[in-house]
């Protein structure tokens, strides 16, 4: 048995910034991931991490608060909002005093670009690599702190003993053993859960573990039918074109030429908030002014210097999926999944219902970005509900004498793996996990309604079922069994997907990334509440609507950009 005071599940942004926090504070923490914490998702994030930094005065941390409360379509709770906000330039100082090489202005100061949403240019940048400069910089405090990592460790169950978290189960995959990992406080820091769907942006190890893992422990899942599209992802392969592109000033066109973007938001053009440029994308293609399923995202007049020097990776990235060089060729994008808003339910602190228990980054949902998220305020979740979480955890465990390692969760974790294991035929979980990807990407995607979003609520109810029955692993090898590794998360995945299709087709509204074409308003009197989805064996999720929204300052208005 493994014993630590704090262990992070996640070597992610959030896994990383919550660990760092945790070793400065003098706690004895460590880090189980699954894989080595720079190959993380974090890495690959391009566009940059908001904060109002103050360069323009007009900027201040209530603005960039306003901007994300509206941004979430009044959906986010505005506490938590308001702590990440004034936070954020903190954080970005603490970055850069750590050794984060931020983008500069010539005067020396950190620079900023604008973002969707935003009424300032505050996203603070590294070229268009941000995510993995500030991965390698927390990576470097974390080897200063000699924090112990459990790497290729994969976390399968929550342990509860007695109302309180007692730690985690992992699967060793280098010798295929489960080992008991005891601790007075768990952070989860999983990442987000592209993989439900057939194309995402998302790496292959966005699967949803942490959300589940949770879920299955008694913990709710809040606001899980937020799903984002990202506007500007490869018809080819999925992979996002940062937002920074359009940041730079890139355009979008349709089929005939036509910046369509100042039709459906005539302020703010191709820079409005991602679920209205994602549906305005998605109606010129699905009224006939898009060009092979696809409109176009032009950087020509962006000029060759600008383009390699603030956007090479989106240049790179695009040249090796197309073929075709964005400094001379618009280039063909259409809307993709990108962003769970939704996740394990906590409060500002990170901490959820269950003492001992904490959630930070994409896998939480402390209710920043309710309905939708404006970009870069993700990174910065990572970076200020890593630190806050892990801080909460550092004061709780305090009082926390020594907790009871969870045989019986062991246990079950071992028969629940002999059960696939033992089985010499049935169903192998990719076809399940194609089965699952087909049903939310025909059915939970932009424009939903009733009728799709029943099916794919019975659909998955099946889905489910087959797995439970008749899921297993062919491969009974102990080494690197990526067979059941891959049955594992499918698992996963499979109830996270039931949260968004159950909590989509509850919410007879349209709001922030969820458009009902038949319920096209946004209904404040009985919709400003957060959905709230417990688990409930082999049948469809319970949701529950005792969680209000919370406002501090502004009150919900029509939302135009
Ligand atoms: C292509 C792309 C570009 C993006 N660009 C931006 C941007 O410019 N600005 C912005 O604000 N946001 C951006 N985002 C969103 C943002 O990058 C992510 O939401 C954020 O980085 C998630 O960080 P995280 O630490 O929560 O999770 P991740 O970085 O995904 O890390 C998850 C960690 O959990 C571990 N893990 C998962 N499951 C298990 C398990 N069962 N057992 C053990 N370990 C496990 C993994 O090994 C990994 O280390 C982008 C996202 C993508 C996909």
Known sequence: ?????????????????????????????????????????????????????????????????FDTAKGSDYLGDQDAIEAMCEDAPRQIIWLEHRGCI?????????????????????????????????????????????????EEYFCTALCVEDGVGTGVVAYNMRNGELELINAKATIFATGGAGRMYAKTTNGYASTADGQAIAFRAGIPMMDMEFVQFHPTSLKENGVLLSEAARGEGAYLLNSAGERFMFKYAPNKGELASRDVVSRAEWTEILEGRGIDGCVLLDLRHLGREKILERLPQI????????????????????????????????????????????????????????ANRLGGNSLLETIVFG????????????????????????????????????????TRAPQLRAAMNKVMSDNVFIFRNEEQLQSAVDQLLEIRKQFDENVYVM?????????????????????????????????????????????????????????????????????DYSRKVTITKWQPTVRTY
């Not at 945790?22 to 904060?51: C, F, L, T, Y």
């Not at 004061?395 to 062991?410: A, M, Q």
């Open 315 to 370: 240049r790179e990235l695009a040249l090796d999926a197309t073929g075709k060089d964005a400094i001379d060729s618009p280039i063909p994008i259409l809307p993709g999944m990108h962003y769970t808003m939704g996740g394990i339910e906590t409060d500002i602190w990170g901490a959820t219902r269950v003492p001992g228990v904490y959630a930070a980054g994409e896998v939480a949902s402390p209710s920043v970005h309710g």
């Open 102 to 150: 931020f983008s500069r202005l010539p005067d020396g100061r950190i620079a900023q670009r604008p973002f969707g949403g935003a009424g300032a240019p505050r996203t603070c940048y590294s070229a268009d690599v941000t995510g993995l400069v500030i991965l390698h910089t927390l990576w470097e405090q974390l080897e200063r702190f000699n924090v112990k990592v459990y």
């Open 387 to 426: 630190a806050r979480s892990a801080k909460h955890a550092c004061d709780y465990i305090k009082n926390v004498g020594s907790v009871k390692p969870s045989e019986r969760t062991l246990k079950q974790e071992q028969d629940r793996i002999a059960n696939w294991m033992g089985k010499s035929s049935g």
């Open 475 to 543: 491969d009974k090898s102990k080494t690197f069994n990526t067979d059941l590794v891959n049955t594992m998360e499918t698992d996963y995945l499979i109830d996270s997907a039931m949260c968004v299709a159950n909590g989509a087709l509850a919410r007879k509204e349209s709001r922030g990334a969820q458009a009902r074409t038949d319920y096209p308003e946004r209904d404040d009197e009985k919709w400003m509440i957060h959905t709230l989805a417990w688990r409930e064996q082999g049948k469809n999720p319970r949701l």
């Open 1 to 65: 048995m493994i014993n630590h005071d704090v262990v992070v599940i996640g070597g992610g942004l959030a896994g990383m910034r919550a660990a760092v926090e945790a070793a400065e504070r003098g706690a004895d923490v460590a880090i189980v991931s699954k894989m080595h914490p720079v190959r993380s998702h974090s890495g690959a994030a391009q566009g940059g991490i908001n904060a109002a930094l103050g360069n323009r005065e007009e900027d201040t941390p209530q603005n960039h608060a």
